[in-house]
């Protein structure tokens, strides 16, 4: 046999009808109408763990609703204050923060990095006279085969090695090597991103000075 709460509700016809108006309210809150329940079936003597069972939840939130409704009726229904750090900024300025943490690149015509290290080696040996799909194939060849090299143990990436000496392309390891070596185009546009995103920041902080000498707390 379950154990009985010691927290016994009765509840006074006003209160009754205000927490089944709030029980059967379509617009309310979740939490709003699960606590109207919880009192109710504990004023119509359930025991907690039937009406956790009966409503969905664990049997310490019937204890806390339960016992909050004994010593407060139904005021003690409500959320109470959360302690915490006071808001710092405006809604406004955080939501256009994570706006812009969240918009694509593209929206502000800045796209994402264009090139790679296979695309490149594909249009200069393209350039070089080999046929596109010749070139695609051997790099894919020679890409696939140093990989398989790695897993196995191997150091180094032979890459550039291996597909330099294969006489069917037509770029050298010395000439891939110096093709490879400025790696700028590999990083596209990502210098006027960080450009953009400046200069958004800057017009957030304009708005908002007293952003600028904000610090979190510590976490840890």
Same mark, same amino acid.
């Given at each position: 046999?379950?154990? *009985?709460?010691?927290? %016994? ?5 006003? +209160?009754?009808? !205000?927490?089944?108006?709030?029980? /059967? ?7 709003? %109408? ?15 763990? +039937?009406? $956790?069972?009966? @409503? ?6 019937? *204890?806390?609703? =339960?016992? *909050? ?7 003690? @229904? #409500?959320? /109470? ?28 015509? %800045?796209?994402?990095? =264009? ?38 143990? *191997?150091? +180094? ?7 330099? $000496?294969?006489? /069917? ?17 590999? !990083?596209?546009?990502?210098? +006027?991103?960080? #450009? ?5 920041? $800057?017009?957030? !902080?304009? =708005? ?6 904000? $610090? ?5």
């Amino acid at each position: 046999m379950a154990a *009985r709460s010691p927290y %016994v509700i009765t509840l006074d016809p006003a +209160d009754r009808q !205000t927490l089944e108006a709030l029980s /059967r309210r379509g617009r309310a809150e979740h939490r709003q %109408v699960l606590r109207a329940r919880i009192v109710l079936a504990a004023a119509d003597g359930q025991c907690n763990a +039937d009406i $956790a069972r009966a @409503l969905g939840v664990v049997v310490d939130t019937v *204890r806390k609703w =339960r016992k *909050r409704f004994c010593r407060e009726g139904l005021p003690g @229904l #409500a959320d /109470r204050p959360r302690s915490g750090r006071p808001r710092v900024f405006p809604a406004a300025a955080v939501a256009e923060v994570k706006a812009l943490a969240c918009e694509l690149p593209a929206q502000t015509e %800045v796209p994402l990095a =264009r090139w790679s290290c296979p695309t490149k080696m594909l249009v200069a040996a393209v350039r070089a006279g080999v046929g596109r799909e010749t070139a695609h194939e051997l790099i894919k060849e020679h890409s696939l085969r140093a990989a398989g090299s790695l897993r196995d143990g *191997r150091p +180094d990436n032979p890459l550039l090695a291996t597909l330099g $000496a294969d006489e /069917r392309f037509p770029l050298d390891i010395a000439q891939l090597t110096e093709l490879l070596a400025d790696r700028t185009p590999f !990083t596209g546009v990502a210098g +006027d991103q960080i #450009a953009e995103i400046g200069k958004r920041v $800057a017009e957030l !902080t304009g =708005r908002f000075p007293e952003a600028v000498g904000y $610090a979190s707390e510590s976490r840890l």
